[in-house]
């Protein structure tokens, strides 16, 4: 792990956030966005998750209650909160971001948004052991709110490097 990425983290977390990892956006390519050419200048994505009240999933039967909605709202408005924070974190150290909403639906027929923010997290690794359920297409509930942010490409920075994207 790279300095900056160290720091980041570390950024992320006394923002609020649990988990935080970076993910090279080649390992995203293919993956639909929208609009369809959203992670064109980005080189790197943020993932960052909080964890939901355990207790908050006990009485969930077959679907969400009213109570959990809303705790899930909170968390998602908590990411939207971090993402921005950390954005402006990015800049004042020399490099572009974007945050994308930790929820926002764009087709509520299909149920997508701008971007798979469960892409987002395995190719972060905040998935290897840390989030079994959210990662796994099966259905489940999943204590962890994931979102998402991406870092701009910029002098010096490309696919290749294993870095977080900056400019000195």
Same mark, same amino acid.
């Given at each position: 792990?790279? *300095?900056?990425? %160290?720091?980041?983290?570390?950024?992320?977390?006394?923002?609020? !956030?649990?988990?935080?990892?970076? @993910? *090279?956006? +080649?390992?995203?390519?293919?993956?639909?966005?929208?609009?369809?050419?959203?992670?064109?200048?980005?080189?790197?994505?943020?993932?960052? +998750?909080? %964890? #939901?009240?355990? +207790?908050?999933?006990?009485? #969930?039967?077959?679907?969400?209650?009213? $109570?959990? !909605?809303?705790?899930?709202?909170? !968390?998602?408005?908590? #990411? *939207?909160?971090?993402?921005?924070?950390?954005?402006?974190? $990015?800049?004042?150290?020399?490099?572009?971001?974007?945050?994308?909403?930790?929820?926002?639906? $764009?087709?509520?027929?299909?149920?997508? @948004?701008? #971007?798979?923010?469960?892409?987002? !997290?395995?190719?972060?690794?905040?998935?290897?052991?840390?989030?079994?359920?959210?990662?796994?297409?099966?259905?489940?509930?999943?204590?962890?709110?994931?979102?998402?942010?991406?870092?701009?490409?910029?002098?010096?920075?490309?696919?290749?490097?294993?870095?977080?994207?900056?400019?000195?």
């Amino acid at each position: 792990m790279t *300095d900056v990425t %160290k720091a980041l983290k570390q950024h992320a977390h006394s923002l609020g !956030a649990d988990l935080a990892g970076v @993910a *090279d956006l +080649a390992m995203l390519e293919g993956v639909e966005t929208t609009p369809p050419d959203l992670l064109q200048p980005f080189i790197r994505a943020v993932s960052l +998750a909080v %964890k #939901l009240p355990t +207790a908050v999933f006990e009485p #969930l039967v077959d679907r969400p209650t009213p $109570l959990y !909605a809303q705790i899930y709202l909170n !968390a998602n408005l908590l #990411l *939207d909160q971090i993402a921005l924070r950390l954005c402006g974190w $990015l800049e004042r150290h020399g490099t572009s971001a974007f945050p994308i909403p930790a929820s926002q639906v $764009l087709d509520m027929e299909d149920f997508t @948004a701008h #971007l798979s923010a469960k892409a987002v !997290a395995n190719a972060a690794s905040c998935c290897s052991g840390a989030l079994p359920r959210r990662c796994r297409d099966d259905g489940r509930i999943s204590p962890w709110s994931p979102s998402s942010e991406f870092t701009k490409r910029g002098r010096g920075c490309s696919r290749e490097q294993n870095r977080p994207c900056h400019r000195r």
